[in-house]
């Protein structure tokens, strides 16, 4: 267990909805991450955010959003959702910057 | 940006013997971390080696950073080895890790 947790574990959806994810970052940790794991584009990086404010962003749709509250907790929002937004979303936190990243169990988003 | 290619791609293992996975990246890097991914989707941290060497247990690494490479030893696999290793690496201005493509180990019993 690395002490990451994210919910729902699964999820199904249709196209068009909207869903978000919720991550919590391992105590103590200011730095929370989003992947995107897809058969055809592997584990991608998708928006960082520390200690409250977004850090770095990849390869992120317009559709998809995320925030970092002030209980360093994060949500990831996807939005008017197609099939091929189906994939493994992962949170992973470290302490500070360029860091140790660990990893959360992911979500696995189906769309239908 | 950096790319990070793995080799090879699949490894098939006898229970008990020992296998070197490679990583080689493209520019120098901050943070360089080896991940299995278990057949359940979770990615478990194995070691955390921007250079130099680690052990834990029957896994051992070795990031030469100068020559831009990583190496992986398993030894005296077991059945439980068996999934994808990744490596991923940090390089530049940000703190994202970028992946390689995995290697996708079975350990036949």
């Known amino acids: 267990d690395s002490g990451v947790t994210q919910t729902p574990k699964h999820l199904i959806t249709a196209t068009g909805q909207r869903v978000t994810l919720r991550c919590s970052p391992r105590?103590?940790?200011?730095?929370v991450y989003w992947y995107q794991q897809s058969l055809d584009q592997g584990l991608q990086f998708l928006i960082q955010?520390?200690?409250?404010?977004?850090?770095a962003k990849g390869n992120i749709l317009e559709r998809f959003s995320a925030q970092q509250f002030p209980d360093l907790h994060s949500e990831l929002n996807l939005s008017s959702l197609e099939l091929g937004d189906s994939a493994l979303y992962f949170c992973?936190?470290?302490?500070?910057?360029?860091?140790?990243?660990?990893f959360g169990p992911g979500t696995r988003l189906t769309v239908l | 940006g950096i790319q990070v290619e793995q080799s090879p791609p699949d490894l098939i293992l006898q229970e008990g013997a020992n296998s070197t996975l490679r990583c080689n990246f493209s520019?120098?890097?901050?943070?360089l971390q080896w991940f299995h991914q278990n057949p359940w989707g979770q990615l478990i941290n194995l070691f955390y080696?921007?250079?130099g060497t680690k052990q834990n247990g029957r896994l051992s690494a070795t990031t030469v950073a100068t020559e831009r490479y990583s190496l992986l030893y398993i030894s005296s696999s077991q059945t439980t080895d068996s999934g994808v290793y990744f490596c991923?690496?940090?390089?530049?201005?940000?703190?994202?890790?970028?992946f390689g493509k995995g290697i996708t180990l079975s350990v036949r019993p």
């Open positions: 080696i921007p250079s």
């Open positions: 105590s103590g940790d200011l730095s």
């Open positions: 992973a936190s470290s302490v500070f910057l360029d860091e140790e990243q660990f």
């Open positions: 991923a690496v940090v390089s530049g201005a940000n703190s994202k890790l970028t």
């Open positions: 520019d120098s890097v901050n943070n």
């Open positions: 955010y520390y200690n409250g404010e977004e850090r």
